[in-house]
């Protein structure tokens, strides 16, 4: 299988290319490429698909197999790819990702994109929605037992379930403690991706995550999205914000007039390769054709 190493300000995904030949067993695939002693090495697998209502789709699982119907960082990333490999001249695109069509803009310098600017959507609060045990229209600063402690949770979904949490400061929790209790919480049927943020000012926001599925990672996108939503609702911060995570920073704007959420930030590639799947143990044929990179 070839294949494309791709960051987006440190949230690494291994994309593979199957606009035309498409890869069987994505699951078990992200499982072994994941692996950061015997596989690639990554937060997860995203294949590049194509779609009749979106110029491409986009499918991500995470390192433990499972799907993710969102990736914020993930998306720019596949924005990058089809336009540098030429797989697209657009630097508008429309890009399906979990059942939901995403809007691009792609800032190209020198031939090659540098910078993706994504309309997330619209946040969605409604806890049955997102989805979150609770009652009412919105669950902001409610208060959640984990780890013997209680935390004020503010819940968000960007197209897949968050919990931002508030904190004096996040520099030195314990994550690998701390995450998993929130990520299989029982008032989260199908897990969450949980952000422990600091606020820097009206302005900034200083953010660690711990993603259902992959554990703490340098960077979410959507996560982003929803500490910045979150931090509006409790009146912390302005809606234009710099988000700093531990990769790098993204830009994001909950733009009042249409309540869509705005993401910009970089994508970047950073090698090639072929990998054998059969040698790490995947059976013979259950990666089905060998997914080409786009010339």
Known sequence: MKFTKMHGIGNDYVYVDCTKVPLKNPEETARLVSDRHKGIGS?????????????FEMAMYNADGSYGKMCGNGIRCVAKYVYDKGLTHKTDLRILSGGAVKHLKLMVENGKVSQVQVN????ILKPSQIPVLGEGERLVAEPFSA???TYAVTCVSMGNPHAVIF??????????ELG???EKHERFPDRVNTEFVRVVDQHTLEMRVWERGSGETLACGTG????AVAAVLNGFTERKVTVRLLGGDLEIFWNEEDNCVYMTGPAAEVFEGEIDLEALGLCPGAAGGTAELGK
């Open 147 to 149: 780890a013997g402690q």
């Open 180 to 182: 998993p209790e929130f």
């Open 43 to 55: 937060d997860g697998l995203i294949l590049i698909q194509p779609a009749k209502e979106a110029d």
């Open 224 to 227: 982003a999205c929803a500490t």
């Open 120 to 123: 997330m959507g619209e946040p």
């Open 167 to 176: 904190l004096e400061e996040v520099k030195n929790l314990k994550l690998p």
